[in-house]
């Protein structure tokens, strides 16, 4: 079955800076990789998603690549601000009707003031 | 979400005692799952249900089982609760027809003393 691992489990930034988590998948079936941030206290939330068609994509902020050769996929969070403080999980799964979606096991990014 | 409820949000219990966590979901979506977090192990996947009449075991469904009540309403039971069981449960629903994105609830924090 599917294994995600996560990478860094803790990362600290200065405000305005970048920051990067990254993830290797180990089945080359799967082809949709989930990003969920989980703030204090509340339940893990979607932000931005690629599929395996898709090398990169962008929303404001936030980034995702994806190198299916390598599997591995990256998040990517720029001028980055005090409420990007949060828990981020990868994801990946094979998006069929029987598939389970497989969880990385999360990196706490803190945002220096 | 306020879509998806989880009742109670906090629950302190004893070895050996019964427990029922129960998940409501108003956003009417077939597809529902347990999950469990531990502080660095990320979400896993107890059980999943993709209909009514579904029902399947996740990656660590010894000692917990469960039922789906309604298409909205699905209960995670501990028959004897254990100390190894403290933990924060999440339920999570999907539609796979909008890219089986999860939509998580507020979760609940169990301590089995």
């Known amino acids: 079955g599917e294994n995600v691992e996560q990478h860094p489990s803790t990362l600290s930034v200065q405000e305005g800076d970048s920051a990067v988590i990254k993830c290797t998948y180990s089945?080359?079936?799967?082809?949709?990789f989930p990003w969920y941030k989980q703030e204090l206290g509340k339940g893990p939330q979607l932000i931005i998603d690629?599929?395996?068609?898709?090398g990169e994509k962008k929303d404001q902020r936030i980034a995702v690549t994806l190198n299916k050769t390598a599997k591995h996929f990256s998040l990517h969070i720029t001028e980055t601000q005090p409420e990007d403080s949060a828990v981020y999980f990868c994801?990946?799964?094979?998006?069929?009707?029987?598939?389970?979606?497989?969880f990385g096991s999360g990196t706490r990014l803190s945002i220096r003031p | 979400d306020a879509d998806v409820t989880q009742t109670p949000r906090n629950r302190i219990t004893k070895t050996g005692k019964r427990i029922m966590l129960e998940c409501s979901q108003t956003?009417?979506?077939?597809?529902m799952y347990w999950y469990r977090q531990d502080p660095g192990l990320g979400l896993r996947l107890i059980y999943y249900s993709f209909d009514v009449k579904d029902i399947n075991k996740g990656e660590i469904s010894d000692g917990y089982s469960v039922s789906r009540q309604a298409q909205a309403k699905f209960s995670l039971s501990l028959e004897s609760a254990i100390p190894n069981q403290t933990a924060l449960y999440f339920c999570?629903?999907?539609?796979?027809?909008?890219?089986?994105?999860?939509?998580f609830g507020p979760g609940t924090r169990l301590t089995v003393l």
């Open positions: 956003k009417g979506h077939d597809r």
């Open positions: 690629i599929r395996s068609n898709v």
């Open positions: 999570a629903t999907s539609d796979l027809s909008k890219a089986d994105t999860q939509y």
């Open positions: 089945d080359s079936a799967s082809n949709y």
């Open positions: 994801a990946a799964t094979l998006y069929s009707s029987a598939s389970k979606i497989i």
